[in-house]
């Protein structure tokens, strides 16, 4: 799936089922060798943008991602991702709670992917919408 270069919305649910992590990639490369990840590390409750692959990532003062706990709601979690340009912003458990990071992808780097690692997880409504400008 390719996002467009305008600013895009998506709300999908993530079913972490038996997954040790799961997640999506926005702002990736064609390979999937680089990208920000939105992931949800089951066994410790965490949600993470991480953008240690994101492209550029060696300006000063900028950490590689954002993280919060999240509590999953009848085993899924509910996302709303903004990514506009340089920004990719996450807004979970019911708004209670936003993290926002800075990701300066390369020329080209506007696919988005889904990933599981260590079992199956779902994600549920991955539609991605263009926002009017």
């Not at 992590?21 to 680089?34: E, F, K, Y």
Request: glycine share 16%; net charge negative.
């Amino acid at each position: 799936m390719t996002m467009p270069a305008a600013p895009t919305w998506t709300s999908p649910t993530l079913v972490p089922g038996d997954g040790a992590v799961a997640g999506v990639t926005v702002l990736g490369s064609a390979t999937g060798q680089r990208g920000t990840r939105i992931q949800y590390v089951k066994e410790t409750g965490i949600l993470q943008i991480d953008r240690t692959n994101s492209g550029r990532t060696d300006l000063p003062g900028f950490a590689p991602g954002a993280a919060a706990a999240v509590p999953l709601t009848d085993g899924a979690l509910n996302l709303h991702i903004v990514v506009d340009g340089s920004g990719v912003e996450v807004f979970a458990g019911d708004g209670k709670v936003v993290l926002s990071a800075l990701a300066f992808p390369a020329a080209g780097d506007d696919k988005v992917a889904v990933f599981s690692g260590g079992g199956k997880a779902t994600m549920n409504n991955l539609v991605v919408t263009q926002l009017a400008g």
